[in-house]
Nanobody, 114 residues
Framework: VQLQASGGGLVQAGGSLRLSCAASSTFSINTIGWYRQAPGKQRELVATISSSDNLNYADFVKGRFTIFRDNAKNTVYLQMNSLKPEDTAVYYC??????????WGQGTLVTVSS
């Protein structure tokens, strides 16, 4: 299984971006998540969506980011609004199967200028 993340780029503070992560094949998913890693910092959870569509967000993105998916396209999205400079990071998607195997996308860079 390969995951292809895209949608990152340079945006001004207050702007929006939509990240996408497409899986190369269909498989039974337990949870899909977006994580991020800023320079010099540890990777942290941003948002997750479960197989039953339960959503979970980190406090620092609540009300600004939305995770959703298109099962027909094997794709998960992260809509990011009201971006802040501190949102600058490499964003990674992670798919966890029902057998608890984890697959990571290659990461997409988001840069928010002040």
């Amino acid at each position: 299984v390969q995951l292809q993340a895209s949608g990152g780029g340079l945006v001004q503070a207050g702007g929006s971006l939509r990240l996408s992560c497409a899986a190369s094949s269909t498989f039974s998913i337990n949870t899909i998540g977006w994580y991020r890693q800023a320079p010099g910092k540890q990777r942290e959870l941003v948002a997750t969506i479960s197989s039953s569509d339960n959503l979970n967000y980190a406090d620092f993105v609540k009300g600004r980011f939305t995770i959703f998916r298109d099962n027909a396209k094997n794709t998960v999205y992260l809509q990011m609004n009201s971006l802040k400079p501190e949102d600058t990071a490499v964003y990674y998607c992670k798919f966890v199967t029902t057998r608890y195997l984890a697959y990571w996308g290659q990461g997409t860079l988001v840069t928010v200028s002040s």
